[in-house]
């Protein structure tokens, strides 16, 4: 999974002429005026040019817009995985690595009734986990999107899992047996996409047995 559609070189180029030629007349707040226009249109390149605009300014970020990118997330300007992606990267984990004390809030986020938030709670992790930081937030999330019925939320949990195992393959190997049984099957796969072929049919098989197990006990002690 990539951060798509509204990252394309044509959007990203646009944006950093945009950029480019409003830098020494726009503050912050004028380039977060620009994205949150571009995020009110219906078009998914316009969002990710507005997006991709106000990324140009990362050197003027400050704590305060993660409420501003949460606002976006809640009231669905941001309504569909790619659009929701690219706030996560471009915006909110450039946040999270300046500014560490976002961390806990962000990874409260799982809770957050609406969709798109929740999945921004996982995928914000996403590059800080494939550079072995954040690890202990990044299972801690995991964990708590377990249960979540949303496949975009499963597959969004199974990204971050796949990160994180880039730097500590054998702590996800371990993590995944662990919780086989409970993780779902759309995360585990996702999770375990950089492993070798036997690892991945090891794990699959392995996980499928606790899940048969765990549903046996349950038949027998009922």
């Known amino acids: ?36 226009e571009l995020l ?25 817009l993660l409420v501003v990118a949460k606002r976006w997330l809640a009231n669905d300007l941001a309504a569909n995985w790619a659009t929701t992606d690219s706030l996560c990267g471009s ?15 962000v990874a409260a986020w799982v809770t957050h009734r609406n969709l798109w938030v929740r999945r921004a709670a996982a995928v914000s992790f996403v590059r800080l986990a494939a550079h072995g930081q954040c690890l202990d937030t990044a299972y801690a999330i ?10 975009l939320i499963h597959k969004a949990a199974g990204w971050l899992l796949r990160e994180a195992g880039r730097t500590d393959a054998k702590r996800l190997e371990r993590y995944l047996l662990t919780h086989g049984a409970a993780v779902p099957r759309t995360t585990l796969r996702y999770a375990i996409e950089k492993f070798p072929v036997d690892v991945r049919k090891r794990l699959l098989a392995q996980t499928r047995g606790a899940s048969a197990r765990t549903t046996a006990r349950t038949a027998r002690s009922a």
């Open 142 to 151: 995991a964990d708590a999107l377990r249960p979540d019925p949303h496949d």
């Open 1 to 36: 999974m990539e951060f798509l559609n509204v990252r394309t070189p044509i959007v990203r180029a646009l944006a950093r002429q945009v950029a480019r030629e409003h830098r020494s007349a726009w503050t912050l707040d004028d380039a977060v005026g620009f994205a949150d």
């Open 91 to 105: 915006i909110i984990s450039p946040l999270l690595h300046a500014y560490p004390e976002l961390i806990e809030p």
């Open 40 to 64: 009110h249109d219906r078009a998914l390149e316009l969002k990710g040019a507005g997006i991709e605009t106000l990324a140009c300014f990362k050197r003027e970020f400050q704590p305060s």
